[in-house]
């Protein structure tokens, strides 16, 4: 059973840095590439970042040169590291793949940008 779960969510101030985790099971994590989105309230869920099964990544323009993803195949884990956050970058955060048609998410883990 693929599973995939999101962690390090929560409320900061804007400036400040967050590190999202996303464990994976159930799938030979390092064949696949992976993406993080995002969906703010009333708006549609967004692509963040990209990074394939070696590890190079692609951002979105709003969130390049402050967004970093990277993944660990050892641990099963790909991580979004977050720094210089704005308001605008509060969201619910969720990893994402697929396995040809199939596609997983994660539930999800919220992340608040404000003083």
């Known amino acids: 059973q693929v599973q995939l779960v999101e962690s390090g969510g929560g409320l900061v101030q804007p400036g400040g840095s967050l590190r999202l985790s996303c464990a994976v099971s159930?799938?030979?994590?390092?064949?696949?590439?992976m993406r993080w989105y995002r969906q703010a309230p009333g708006s549609q869920r967004e692509l963040v970042s990209f990074?394939?099964?070696?590890?190079?990544?692609t951002y979105a323009d709003s969130v390049q040169g402050r967004f970093t993803s990277s993944r660990d195949n050892a641990k099963n884990t790909v991580y979004l590291q977050m720094n210089s956050l704005k308001p605008e970058d509060t969201a619910v955060y969720y990893c994402?793949?697929?396995?040809?048609?199939?596609?997983?998410w994660g539930k999800g883990t919220l992340v608040t940008v404000s003083s």
């Open positions: 994402n793949t697929n396995q040809g048609s199939k596609i997983y």
């Open positions: 159930g799938f030979p994590f390092n064949s696949y590439a």
């Open positions: 990074i394939t099964s070696g590890g190079s990544a």
